[in-house]
């Protein structure tokens, strides 16, 4: 699948012009469906907080972090998110700048356009069915975090910046170190327990501590006890 961020990305536009701002929010408004639920739950606390629907409206546009942070989006089938990006691109693209008279796209952002728009019609972009992208943000103690909404905070896996740190760590592991075979499966093996096991305290909700990799020790504890005691200790 192509990255979302990467793809709306590829249409190079100018740093400086009017458009750019409302063509940003409305390609990712285009990309993505959000939860309508979540969505109406977020605002009615937003103006239980003493926000005016104005001050709602400003926040979705200009700190769409807010919105991000707790609602779950939807890259929907490619007969739908086709049109939906096509129309971004035909509104906005030909307008000018009142400043420059430039048009937002150039004939290169055109070109970028095009290719971006067949590579939705393969279906490269939407998600696959009954795959869930998101999951809950924990604090420390292992408990859901809220924002200041009081909405569940939630974690994003969709996106090649997901894999960037792991990669980051593989080539200082091996850059400057000459390992053999066997002993570089021994790093990649103990470096993919520890990333699984950081993970999982991180977005499993209610996932143990230990404070440690050594899951095995745990894995021995708890048969010692079961087989002595008929209990299961974690």
């Known amino acids: ?35 309508p639920k979540k969505i109406a739950e977020l605002e009615d606390n937003m103006r239980k907080s003493g926000m005016t629907d104005t001050e709602i409206e400003h926040t979705r546009y200009f700190n769409s972090r807010v919105y991000l942070d707790c609602v779950d989006r939807l890259v929907p089938s490619p007969k739908y998110l086709y049109w939906r990006v096509r129309a971004v691109f035909v509104m906005y693209g030909p307008m000018k700048d009142s400043d420059t008279g430039k048009p937002l796209f150039n004939a290169e952002a055109w070109k970028k356009t095009n290719n971006l728009s067949k590579e939705i019609r393969l279906g490269y972009y939407p998600d696959p069915p009954g795959l869930s992208m998101y999951t809950k943000r924990l604090n420390s103690d292992g408990y859901v975090k ?36 066997e002993m570089s499966a021994c790093l990649l093996a103990e470096r993919r327990h520890r990333h699984n096991h950081i993970t999982s305290e991180r ?21 010692l006890v079961w087989e002595n005691h008929g209990v299961v200790l974690h």
């Not at 990467?6 to 408004?29: F, T």
């Not at 009081?150 to 170190?177: P, Q």
């Not at 499993?204 to 990799?213: Q, T, V």
Request: hydrophobic share 35%.
């Open 203 to 223: 977005r499993r909700e209610g996932f143990p501590k230990i404070g440690h990799y050594d899951t095995w020790y745990i894995d021995q504890l708890q048969l």
């Open 1 to 35: 699948l192509g990255d979302v961020f990467h793809g709306m990305d590829r249409p190079k536009i100018p740093i400086i012009h009017e458009a750019k701002k409302g063509y940003k929010v409305a390609l990712q408004n285009a990309f993505f469906v959000w939860n």
């Open 146 to 181: 809220k924002n200041e909404y009081g909405m569940d905070m939630i974690e994003c896996s969709r996106g090649t910046n997901r894999v960037e740190a792991y990669h980051k760590n593989l080539v200082v592991t091996f850059g400057g170190w000459h390992t053999g075979v």
